[in-house]
T-cell receptor
Framework: EAGVTQFPSHSVIEKGQTVTLRCDPI?????LYWYRRVMGKEIKFLLH????????ESGMPNNRFLAERTGGTYSTLKVQPAELEDSGVYFC?????????????FGEGSRLTVL | QKEVEQNSGPLSVPEGAIASLNCTYSDRGSQSFFWYRQYSGKSPELIMFIYSNGDKEDGRFTAQLNKASQYVSLLIRDSQPSDSATYLC???????????FGQGTTLQVKP
């Protein structure tokens, strides 16, 4: 069974540009989470989808970030326009239906570098 | 004050020794705790979780939770070089996958 996959693995963009990160959760996992780790800091929660609905988006830093999960399968996280402080590693994680605990399956992350 | 604190290390132990990784938390609302292992450039992987005070053992790993002291630990017995990784402690509210992570402790097991 495939794990959580994320694309791209690394993206380098200029300040002011747009980047879209994609996450494919484990098949059948209704819960999908986005986390990010900024250089030197801890991994921080961004938001949680249950199927296509945003359950909790309290960690989204500002309105330059837009997450979607159309159809309740894969999810995208768009940063527009990107700023220097957005550089970091963006992790996606998923868990099975009805699981509302921290037992998550993580992807390897998408590293974003904003120049 | 950080909500979950870990010593970033590196913690260096010889092969075969016991590695002790510690974590403190400030939010008394945290009800569940998780230890994730992350190899460099790879995904965090759940290795232990604990919800109740006391010890929980799984193979070479023992998680310990003391809610009164707001302290969580992970013991790795018979440490192997393959255990060399960053260990992330995370707290959760119990009914959500929204976790609060510490910065992680880097463990080096020397042959």
């Amino acid at each position: 069974e495939a794990g959580v996959t994320q694309f791209p693995s690394h993206s380098v963009i200029e300040k002011g540009q747009t980047v879209t990160l994609r996450c494919d959760p484990i098949s059948g996992h209704d819960n999908l989470y986005w986390y990010r780790r900024v250089m030197g800091k801890e991994i921080k929660f961004l938001l949680h989808f249950v199927k296509e609905s945003k359950q909790d988006e309290s960690g989204m830093p500002n309105n330059r970030f837009l997450a979607e999960r159309t159809g309740g399968t894969y999810s995208t996280l768009k940063v527009q326009p990107a700023e220097l402080e957005d550089s970091g590693v963006y992790f996606c994680a998923s868990s099975p239906p009805g699981s509302y605990t921290g037992e998550l399956f993580f992807g390897e992350g998408s590293r974003l570098t904003v120049l | 004050q950080k909500e979950v604190e870990q010593n970033s290390g590196p913690l260096s132990v010889p092969e075969g020794a016991i590695a002790s990784l510690n974590c403190t938390y400030s939010d008394r609302g945290s009800q569940s705790f998780f230890w994730y292992r992350q190899y460099s450039g790879k995904s965090p992987e759940l290795i232990m979780f604990i919800y109740s005070n006391g010890d929980k053992e799984d193979g070479r790993f023992t998680a310990q939770l003391n809610k009164a002291s707001q302290y969580v630990s992970l013991l790795i017995r018979d440490s192997q070089p393959s255990d060399s990784a960053t260990y992330l402690c995370a707290g959760g509210a119990g009914n959500t996958g929204k976790l609060i992570f510490g910065q992680g402790t880097t463990l080096q097991v020397k042959p």
